[in-house]
């Protein structure tokens, strides 16, 4: 039995919640199996005596029973009446009537065992269960006797900061456990019960008070971690088998090679240390007697012979050396159809036809490239020696030769006598009759091209162009009339330094004998 | 075939096992189980449900049912013993059906016929529950039921309001405080 002054001031907040969720006048409620309270609240401050509270139940045949009402001020002018009933009985329907100063202002039947409004649960406790993110959370059921199975229970949760609260509902247990919480974060709880509605039904109690509770930190499953190892070793095992199985080709790609001409220059890199002109020096060179590859800073100055003696006949030009210097015969006769006009010499004798030779001289000019085969036109600029020969017939007298000095006269031409047809074995050997001659020196430019002078059919010319190219004459060795020993005398090295802007192509050595 | 067999075989088996356990007294009965007794309230309830709305022109029945008094007071109730109790659980189930078996013989409305027949199987099935609770049948002598606490009632739907409230109220209170049920929490 509850306190009667008690129940005066007992949970006028649940009051309060049936206010907001109960339409019908008069409230009423069950706090207990053997209580029922009803209020009803009105403006003013009317005396309770004014009203009167009748009930009736509807399996007795007596008359409604009268109860005895109590006023309470509320919220400044409003007055609330309460009426308490001493006995109950459930399962039966009770029909209330209100009657203000003889009037009837309100009337409901309902049944007692509907309107149970109950304590919220008491002693709610939060615990970690020892799994992740799950929580339990435990409470008493109401402590009124046969509700213990007719309950359901309904409980909040959020992360404390939170406004978003998860609900969850139990029927007819006393605890629960929450899962797929977050992990090390603190949760706030709270519980409210109401009765289940089969046998006995009511009104949402007022929650219990907050319980805070931390969910434990996560913690990383040892399967889990065992898996990612096992997985990671297997993925390096696989990516280092492909990056074996395709290490060139991914070096390839990476590190490319970068080219070099080692493999088109034998013994370049080597040997020489890349340096190319004493590469040029030795081997070879086969490769490169192209003669418009490579610029040649020095080259054989190209002789115009121009002879006076009286030669009849053109000295034929023994094919062998054009092929040995690769100038084609076609070049050969046009030479000499030109009259020697645009001869060209190269200022090298040899008194022995030797193709083999001549290629030695060749090479020893330092020259990277062979004396081609092509005509050369005399540039305007070029100087060029011509040699008058005054046709002395001379029995070979080699004296007036030997007064020449290597330096003074560049060039000197022995004629031979011209009854005697010269077979010419090699390019270079130009034999000469004995014979004094002069030689004058004339620069080109007194002539203006194409202008030659033309001494006569028996001149040899042989043009010197002033143009910067050093001739070696080292090895210059007279023809096989007995001219050797000039031809040691004759070792000119006429080296002009400075490069004529207008350099003809070199090597071109055209033979021209009349 | 053989599945037929095997299901057979397990069916056996766990009647074997419920009359080995029903002698037992310290497992709690199936019968106990607040659940049985839920059930059957729950299919009273729908039936009033449906009954209210299937007599809403008219049910009116031309003589009048004798019902139970359904009224429980706790403070009177605590005080009887389960004899009494049982009693008064028996008596008023036994009215019930008879009220039913009235009601079942005097309408013509198939869909009426079907809930009715429903209720009068379930009035029928709470008794044998009831019987299983070692609790012993009674039937009122013909001087005993004029002292019943009744009252008259004469429409359908307020004989399974009637019902309902029986059910909920004191047939469930007897089985929820019987002493089989709670010999073994004891």
Redesign the interface.
Known sequence: MMNVAATEMLCWNAASLLVAVEPEDPKCFAEG??DLTCFWEEEGSRSPDDYAFTYM?Q??NEESSKCALTAQSVGGSKTRYICRLP??????PLDVSVFQDGRLIYNRNL?I?HVFLLDPPANVTVTQTGEQEQLRVCWLPPALM?ME?SMMYEVEYAPTGSHMGKRESVRARSEIILHSLQPDTRYNIRVRAKPDG??YSGYWTAWAPWVSMTTPPAEMDLLILALCVVISLILILLSLTLLLSYRRFLLKKVWPVIPSPENKFDGLFSVYGGNFHEWLGVGNRGFWWSPTFLLVEESPSPLEVLSEAGFTAPVPVHPMPFKALGLSKKEVEEDERTGGQDSVLMGRRKGKAHPHWVLEQLQSLDQPSVPCCELHTLEPSDTYVSLNYRSQQDSGAMSPLADISEESLPLQVLFESPGTPTSFSDLESVTYSSGSGEISSQSSLEYPYGAWPLKGPSYISMTVTDSGISTDYSHMSWGTTGLGDLAMAYTNEYKNKVPAPRLPPHGHTVYSYY | MQTYVVIGLVAVLLIVLEWTRSGMPSVLKPVCDPRVLDRFIREAQDTEVAMVRLCLSSCALSLSLTVPLTSVDFVAWDKKNVQEQAQEVQSGLWLLGKAIDVVRASVSNTALQSMLDNSYSNIHSIRQVIRTLNIQDWSPSPTESASLDTRQVSSTPELFRVQTNFLRGKVRLLLSHAPACHRSSS
Do not use: A, I, K
């Not at chain 1, 006995?87 to 039966?92: E, G, I, K, L, M």
């Open positions: 199996m053997r139940y399996e007795t006995s109950v009985q459930h399962f039966v049944l065992d046969d199975n089969l046998s």
